[in-house]
């Protein structure tokens, strides 16, 4: 791999690179919580139960941890840039999408996506920050990046609130597209890919281990998110998915140690 240091930038190209970052950290924070104050005019304006509506941050969740762990591996085959490109395109088209649906089940799987595309601009921007700046300057750059993440929280709810009672619900998702084109924008402008060994082929892809930790960690985060709602281990749904979670890491364990 080329070394690290090939990758830091200075003056406005560093300080572009870091404002993106931060930006597209932000996205991926605020849409976490943005949407619970909106839950009830959702469930009104589409006549879902609350049991339903509440798949909207569920869906969102499971996308992330389903495509986190995948990120590394991602970025390798595509090119960080091009990945963390294409990760804010798809949670940018996504958020059109979601503001843009008629049914529940509709934003649900668009809020699924969504998090698919989000789940990489957490780390990914993290490693971006990190690489731009010398080695003697990482610690104030962390923090820098540390302070935006520390904000988005705080953030959603009172911006959710405040969107909700002056305008409608979509627009807690139509807010994301112009900062998530300018994003994509900068990104393939400044932001620079590091060189990775050579790629592997579609034969040395470990797509059962990549499929079985899908399984494990969405049937996991889906136990976490979903079980106070189903009454925990009376519901025949989480015990399900506790099945599927338990077997699911297992049985990547094994194809991992001997396959």
Not at 14 to 29: D, K, Y
Not at 130 to 153: F, N, W
């Amino acid at each position: 791999m080329e070394d690290q240091n090939s990758l830091v930038e200075y003056g406005f190209r560093r300080f572009i690179v870091t404002i993106t970052a931060i930006v597209c950290a932000l996205l991926e924070i605020v849409d976490t919580t943005i949407v619970n104050v909106a839950l009830n005019e959702m469930k009104g304006n589409m006549g879902a139960t609350l049991s339903e509506v509440g798949w909207v941050i569920t869906a969102y969740a499971i996308g992330n941890v389903i495509v986190v762990p995948m990120t590394s591996w991602l970025s390798q085959q595509f090119g960080r840039r091009n990945y963390f490109a294409f990760s804010i395109a798809l949670f940018t088209v996504c958020s059109f999408l979601c503001g843009n649906a008629t049914d529940i089940w509709e934003l649900v799987a668009f809020r699924f996506l969504q998090g698919v595309g989000g789940g990489a601009l957490l780390v990914t921007s993290q490693t971006i920050i990190t690489e731009s700046y010398p080695a003697a300057k990482r610690g104030m750059a962390q923090a820098i990046y540390g302070l935006g993440v520390i904000v988005g929280p705080t953030l959603g709810p009172p911006l959710g609130g405040y969107i909700v009672d002056n305008f409608s619900w979509p627009y807690i998702f139509y807010i994301n597209i112009p900062l998530g084109i300018i994003a994509v924008l900068l990104t393939l402008q400044f932001v620079r890919s590091p060189k990775y060994a050579a790629k592997k082929t579609s034969r040395e892809i470990d797509w059962l281990g990549i499929f079985l930790l899908a399984i494990t960690v969405g049937s996991l985060q889906f136990i976490l998110e979903r079980g106070h709602e189903e009454d925990w281990f009376q519901s025949n749904m989480i015990v399900m998915f506790t099945a599927f979670a338990i077997f699911g890491f297992f049985l990547f364990y094994l194809a991992r140690a001997y396959l």
